[in-house]
Every structure is written in structure tokens, then in C-alpha cells.
């Protein structure tokens, strides 16, 4: 897909595709024995933003690092072949449908 494509494209599906041509470009690997480790790269993006946001770091810190944990989640949606636009409608209907606040006891 090049680049005007994917932009004509839209939806989550079109950035995954414009993720994974830049992953590939760059030399990063989607092969599924890499799966934990993209899984453990999301996990320290969010860290990384936890971090700037408890340091008190501008509030576009926290941005960037929540936007790299998008563009791995977008990298792994990738590897694993799916449908972000399909399974964010699904899980957005589902949780529309759900009680306030989810039936959570403590907060949330």
C-alpha cells in the first residue's frame, strides 16, 4: 500500500497499514516469534508515559509515549493479521452497552 493510499484510506485499519510500512522500512521485524516481545514494548511505552506524567513532564510528553504505545499496539495488530476498525466497533458497541461505570465496586 503506498503512502497516498493509505491516507485515502482512512480508519484505524489505514494507520496500522501506514505503521507496519514504516516498521518495515525501518527494519522492524513482525514475525510471531516476536509476539511478547511487542506485547512488552507496549507495556513499557505506557510506563514511559506514567513516568512523564509523575515527573511532571509537559503534558505533549505524555502524549508522544502514549502515541508510541498506538504505534506498537498498531505494529502488533499488524503481525497478528486484524481488523482494528472491526474489533474497535465490536468492543465500542459492547461497551456502550454496558452499566455505568462497568459495575465497578472501587472507582474506576
Known amino acids: 500500500m503506498t503512502e497516498e493510499t493509505i491516507e485515502a484510506a482512512g480508519g484505524l485499519n489505514a494507520k496500522v497499514a501506514e505503521v507496519r510500512a514504516m516498521c518495515d522500512a525501518k527494519g522492524f521485524s513482525a514475525e510471531h516469534s516476536r509476539i511478547w516481545e ?5 507495556h513499557t511505552e505506557i510506563s ?5 506524567y509523575k515527573k511532571g513532564l509537559p503534558l505533549e510528553a505524555v502524549g508522544e509515549e502514549l502515541t508510541d504505545a498506538i504505534i506498537r499496539i498498531f505494529h502488533l495488530l499488524s503481525a497478528l493479521d486484524l481488523d482494528a476498525d472491526a474489533l474497535f466497533d465490536a468492543k465500542m458497541a459492547k461497551n456502550w452497552g454496558r452499566p455505568y461505570k462497568y459495575n465497578t465496586a472501587r472507582g474506576g
Do not use: H, K, P
Not at 511487542?38 to 507496549?42: G, R
Not at 514511559?48 to 512523564?52: L, V, W
Open 38 to 42: 511487542m506485547l512488552a514494548l507496549i
Open 48 to 52: 514511559e508515559a506514567t513516568d512523564a
